[in-house]
């Protein structure tokens, strides 16, 4: 990060936890703010002074009922990701996948291992929703292995790397945000499956340059629901898709699109007050 006057914006949760702050991280990545920093009961978020708009700040905030607040005030520019990245654990999910960065030391192996490096994007494995997206992909590793994967807002690209590790004959990881697309770029090849991850900057209308046999999409509720048609339209015959990144309480709402575009209920999980749900796509 250069020299250049930034806008620092200090928001205020109550209630306080680090799975939501990573929620808001990404809705403000669209901004574009390029840093974060979580300081309970703090999420700092920093953007150029050129790209600050208090208007669009508002708009987000307004939609999360946990923000208590929040203060923006001009600062000297700094790499505020590395206090962020130096605190990253390491994550095990089920005793079968473990996620770690390359600073950590001293991690067990279980059978599928992942490295990854933190750069701020969604999905290090701490929120809920990406915790039981692996979960169940670990459930359908018949339905993966020797398939054709879509991760849609892959983030970091865990679940993407984690379908190659499976077995996956090809996976497609696609994000809107271009800092997510590198990052997922980059995690492939260190994890050496980007042979078979492709990765991509753009969002759901790059689904129809192809069709996939399992498609997982851990993505704010509002874009699941917008984008549920082009995803019913990529899957094939057969198809599984797994979706996340929304509360238990909009099951319904995501249900009853999903089915009244003719998929199929396949089961939910539910992690504190988030949910995953699964549909197949009926032969």
């Known amino acids: 990060m250069n020299s250049f006057e930034y806008i620092e914006v200090a928001i205020r949760l109550d209630p306080f936890s680090e799975?939501?702050?990573?929620?808001?991280?990404?809705?403000?990545q669209e901004l574009p703010y390029d840093s974060f920093l979580v300081e309970e009961p703090f999420l700092k978020a920093y953007i150029p002074l050129s790209e600050y708009r208090a208007g669009d700040l508002k708009v987000i905030?307004?939609?999360y009922p946990e923000v208590a607040g929040y203060e923006a005030v001009p600062v000297q520019g700094q790499n505020w990701n590395q206090a962020w990245e130096d605190r990253f654990e390491p994550i095990v999910v089920d005793g079968k996948v473990t996620i770690k960065a390359s600073f950590n030391q001293d991690v067990p192996r279980t059978r599928f291992n992942i490295w990854i490096d933190p750069?701020?994007?969604?999905?290090t494995g701490y929120h809920q929703t990406t915790y039981m997206m692996m979960q169940r992909m670990l459930a359908l590793e018949q339905d993966i292995r020797g398939h054709v994967v879509l991760d849609m807002g892959c983030g970091t690209a865990i679940l993407g790397i984690l379908a190659?590790?499976?077995?996956?004959?090809r996976v497609f990881a696609v994000d809107i945000d271009a800092v997510a697309?590198?990052?997922?770029?980059?995690?492939?090849?260190?994890?050496r499956v980007g042979r078979r991850v492709e990765t991509a900057c753009g969002d759901a209308s790059l689904l129809q340059m192809g069709s996939y046999d399992?498609?997982?999409a851990n993505i704010h509720r509002n874009i699941i629901l917008e984008d549920l048609p082009t995803y019913v339209r990529s899957l094939r015959r057969g198809g599984r898709l797994l979706t996340s990144g929304f509360y238990a309480a909009d099951i319904p709402a995501v249900r009853e699109k999903a089915e009244s575009l003719g998929l199929s209920y396949a089961g939910e999980t539910i992690r504190e007050e988030w949910a995953c749900l699964e549909f197949e796509k009926k032969a």
Do not use: P, Q, T
């Open 164 to 169: 190659a590790k499976m077995g996956a004959r």
């Open 214 to 216: 399992v498609i997982l």
């Open 61 to 63: 905030l307004s939609l």
């Open 19 to 28: 799975e939501m702050a990573e929620i808001l991280m990404a809705d403000l």
């Open 119 to 123: 750069k701020m994007a969604f999905g």
């Open 181 to 191: 697309a590198r990052s997922a770029w980059g995690n492939a090849r260190w994890n």
